[in-house]
């Protein structure tokens, strides 16, 4: 992504992790469900960067650069970014933080892997003779609603 300028969610917050790790602040992908002008949640990865003395401070790129691709004034363009920059909206429910965690036992260092990383919920089985996880797919559904 950071050659070709192009990249899904998942690219982007991962790319924006590594850069603020790479100046010193603390960062992680996140990957979960959002509900966004739709019924049905739908996969979704963001981020999040570390502030001493405040904590976590989250953020989605992917939504804040929608504002580029939507007819809108400058100053609500502007106003939409910057709250991205800094806040999400309430319709996340997250899976997985740090979605680049080291892998245990780590791997010789000449190896090669793009570490597999999940936006919903798995089923893993050591002892199945089946894909168990893609047998659970069809029986798993999420629906979220506003709660009074």
Known sequence: MFETDHGDCGTQSMLFSAFCRSLGIPARAIGGYQMLQSETPGSHFWSEYYLPG????PNDLTIAEAADYVVIPDEKR???????????????LVVQKNVDAP??????????????????PAIVSDT??????????????????TVD
Do not use: C, H
């Open 54 to 57: 405040y904590g976590w401070v």
């Open 78 to 92: 502007s106003a939409f970014k910057e709250y991205y920059a800094t806040n999400l909206d309430p319709t996340r």
């Open 103 to 120: 892998m245990d036992p780590a791997l010789p260092e000449d190896a090669v892997i793009f570490r597999v990383v999940r936006q919903g």
């Open 128 to 145: 199945a003779d089946y894909d168990i996880d893609l047998f659970s797919q069809e029986r798993f559904s999420i629906s979220l609603a």
